[in-house]
């Protein structure tokens, strides 16, 4: 079975520091998609960003970039120029060719002023 | 405006009472899934479908039956509820299982 793990329950950082979550998954399968989503207090669930596994460029979108490492199975997120608004909870999620999604039990993120 | 709907946001009830919890989207996806959200746990797929009439189950699909008669409608029904079912559930909606995830706002659900 496909798994996602993200071995950081908790991780603190600077405001305008730099900051990366980790993400390791399990699974057999050469094609497939990653992503990182936010969840901020309000409990909505925000698509940060999305790697498609056969792209061998790591994904970007403004602050946020991803590191991703396919032989190792590693999707790590980093978070540039840290800000207050980035306080949220993480989730890593993989997406099956079974058209299964599996997330990460998730990384709070917390923002120091 | 885009946007995936469930009701109710709150819902108490007691152990055995059916309930169902509802899914709605107007953005014409195809994709739409259940999710549970758990202290330690992460978000775990209950349910999902891939379009009208073809749904599958998830990793956590014990307890739970959905229905998908119409392409914007996904309800998540508890024929009857157990304790252990207390948790806060996710509709989403997307293109495809590999696109980006649209959430609904969540269900916090308490069975006493």
């Known amino acids: 079975a496909q798994t996602v793990t993200q071995s950081q329950p908790e991780m603190s950082v600077q405001e305008a520091e730099t900051v990366t979550l980790s993400c390791t998954y399990d699974t057999s399968e050469s094609d497939y998609y990653l992503f990182w989503y936010k969840q901020p207090p309000s409990r909505q669930m925000i698509l940060v960003i999305r790697?498609?596994?056969?792209?061998?460029q790591n994904a970007t979108e403004n602050r946020f970039s991803v590191n991703f490492q396919k032989a190792a199975k590693s999707f790590s997120l980093k978070i540039s120029d840290s800000q207050l608004g980035d306080a949220a909870m993480y989730f890593c999620?993989?997406?099956?060719?079974?058209?299964?999604?599996?997330f990460g039990a998730g990384t709070i993120l917390r923002v120091k002023s | 405006e885009a946007q995936v709907t469930q009701n109710p946001r709150y819902l108490i009830t007691v152990t055995g009472k059916k309930l169902t919890v509802t899914c709605s989207q107007n953005?014409?996806?195809?994709?739409m899934s259940w999710y549970r959200q758990d202290p330690g746990l992460g978000l775990r797929q209950i349910y999902y479908?891939?379009?009208?009439?073809?749904?599958d189950k998830g990793d956590v699909p014990e307890g739970y039956k959905v229905s998908r008669k119409e392409k914007r409608n996904f309800p998540l029904i508890l024929e009857s509820p157990s304790p252990n079912q207390t948790s806060l559930y996710f509709c989403a909606s997307s293109l495809t299982s590999n696109n980006e995830q649209f959430f609904g706002p969540g269900t916090r659900l308490t069975v006493l």
């Open positions: 953005m014409n996806h195809e994709y």
């Open positions: 999620a993989y997406s099956t060719r079974g058209n299964k999604l599996v």
């Open positions: 479908s891939m379009n009208v009439e073809v749904t």
């Open positions: 790697q498609e596994a056969y792209k061998q």
